[in-house]
C-alpha cells in the first residue's frame, strides 16, 4: 500500500503547517554569518523536502562546521567542479557524495568566494516518516535519519540538488517553529569534536541536540 501523501496547509504570515508543527522558512538575513555560529543556530530548525509522494521533514538534531584553514574542510585546496556550492552565499546546498556510496547534505555558511559550511549529520523525523522508511529501507524511527548519509537517503537527496538556494527553492529548504514554554529558552546544545575524520579532528566543531536518542555517534561524544 502507499502511504498517503503529506501535504503542507499554508496558514497566515507566511507559516506552512506541516504535520503537527507551524513551519516557517528562514531567511538568508536570519541565517549567522559565521560558520560556527550558523551550525549552533540550525539545532533545533527543520529540514523540509517536498517530493511527489509528499512532505518530508525533520528536526536538525546535528551538524558540523567546516572553516577556512580546517584541512578537513573541502575548501582546504580551493575551488573545485565537486566544491564549487560550498563557495555560494550562506544557506545554499553543497552535495557531495562520500566514499562513492552516500549523499551528504552541507549548508555554504559565508559569503559568496569564501568558502565553508556545516554538515547535516543528524534530523529528528517529524512528517512523511513512512516514506522515509521506505526510501532506509527500515521502520526503525531512530534510525531513519541518523547519520549524514542516512539524512540524504532518507530524504532523497542527491547531486541534483547540489546548488540550490535552501532559503528560496521549494524543493528542499530550512525552516524553523517558533518556541513555546520551556522551549522559549532555545535548545540545549552540546559541543565536541567532529566524527570520522584523520585531519584536524581535534578542532570543537561538532553540535548536537543533548539528550536527543536521534543524534548519532558514540555516547561519549554525547554527553
Given at each position: 500500500m502507499q502511504p498517503k501523501p503529506l501535504r503542507i496547509v499554508s496558514v497566515p504570515w507566511g507559516i506552512m503547517r506541516i504535520g503537527?508543527?507551524?513551519?516557517?522558512?528562514?531567511?538568508?538575513?536570519?541565517?549567522?554569518?559565521?560558520?560556527?555560529a550558523l551550525a549552533r543556530f540550525l539545532i533545533g530548525k527543520?529540514?523540509?523536502r517536498n517530493l511527489g509522494a509528499g512532505v518530508l521533514a525533520g528536526r536538525i538534531v546535528e551538524t558540523e562546521a567546516y572553516i577556512q584553514g580546517d584541512a578537513a574542510c573541502h575548501a582546504f585546496n580551493g575551488m573545485t567542479p565537486r566544491n564549487r556550492s560550498l563557495y555560494?552565499?550562506?544557506?545554499?546546498?553543497?552535495?557531495?557524495l562520500a566514499y562513492g556510496t552516500s549523499w551528504m547534505l552541507n549548508v555554504s555558511s559565508r559569503a559568496a568566494g569564501e568558502g565553508e559550511?556545516?554538515?547535516?549529520?543528524?534530523?529528528?523525523?517529524?512528517?512523511?516518516?513512512?516514506?522515509m522508511a521506505l526510501h532506509r529501507g527500515t521502520e526503525k524511527p531512530r534510525d531513519l535519519a541518523r547519520g549524514p548519509g542516512r539524512v540524504a537517503q532518507a530524504f532523497a537527496i542527491d547531486r541534483a540538488l547540489d546548488g540550490i538556494d535552501l532559503t528560496r527553492d521549494r524543493r528542499l529548504w530550512l525552516g524553523w517553529?517558533?518556541?513555546?514554554?520551556?522551549?522559549?529558552?532555545?535548545?540545549?546544545?552540546?559541543?565536541?569534536?567532529?566524527?570520522?575524520?584523520?585531519?584536524?579532528?581535534?578542532?570543537?566543531?561538532?553540535?548536537?541536540?543533548?539528550?536527543?536518542?536521534?543524534?548519532?555517534?558514540?555516547?561519549?561524544?554525547?554527553r
Open positions: 503537527s508543527h507551524d513551519i516557517r522558512r528562514l531567511k538568508r538575513a536570519d541565517l549567522p554569518q559565521a560558520t560556527e527543520f529540514v523540509v555560494l552565499e550562506r544557506g545554499h546546498a553543497y552535495v557531495y559550511g556545516v554538515l547535516i549529520r543528524a534530523l529528528e523525523p517529524i512528517a512523511g516518516s513512512t516514506v517553529e517558533a518556541p513555546t514554554g520551556l522551549a522559549a529558552k532555545g535548545p540545549a546544545v552540546g559541543v565536541s569534536t567532529r566524527i570520522g575524520l584523520t585531519k584536524d579532528a581535534h578542532r570543537p566543531l561538532r553540535f548536537y541536540l543533548r539528550n536527543s536518542r536521534f543524534v548519532s555517534g558514540p555516547a561519549a561524544l554525547n
